[in-house]
């Protein structure tokens, strides 16, 4: 009989456990920075929102009443489209709150409720406002 090659029971199982313990050492790192990235997606978002925003009003004198505006008016002076695609959802899949006028005497705000779409919270679920 000839001697068959390959890996024995044992030796599989010993590469599975070793594979799983490091799995279990790096998994919840990883997931960790899916929230804080989806925090810097939102906040860069908003900084778009602000400049074309602030185009907008440099070309009709006022900011707009809604963020569709950006996109599409009948607004006279109106010089767009100020956004390159249609408005987007925050990264949890939400619209971003736009109000006309805004707290503290802006002229306008722009928010998000974060993970669970609910005023106030921490970690995913913090607001995140742009002033």
């Known amino acids: 009989m000839t001697k068959m090659r390959g890996f024995s029971l044992m030796e599989l199982l010993i590469v599975l456990?070793?594979?799983?313990?490091?799995?279990?050492?790096?998994?919840?790192?990883?997931?960790?920075k899916v929230g804080s990235s989806k925090k810097k997606t939102a906040v860069a978002q908003m900084q778009m929102f602000e400049t074309a925003i602030d185009t907008y009003r440099?070309?009709?004198?006022?900011?707009?009443?809604?963020?569709?505006?950006?996109r599409r008016s009948e607004a006279p002076g109106w010089d767009g489209p100020y956004l390159p695609k249609d408005i987007p959802l925050d990264p949890w899949g939400k619209p971003y709150i736009y109000t006309v006028p805004g707290?503290?005497?802006?002229p306008y705000g722009l928010k998000t409720f974060g993970l669970d779409g609910q005023p106030g919270g921490v970690d995913d679920n913090e607001d995140i406002v742009h002033q």
């Open 58 to 70: 440099l070309d009709l004198g006022t900011v707009p009443n809604k963020l569709e505006d950006l």
């Open 103 to 106: 707290d503290n005497n802006n």
């Open 17 to 32: 456990m070793i594979l799983g313990l490091l799995g279990s050492l790096v998994a919840p790192k990883l997931f960790s």
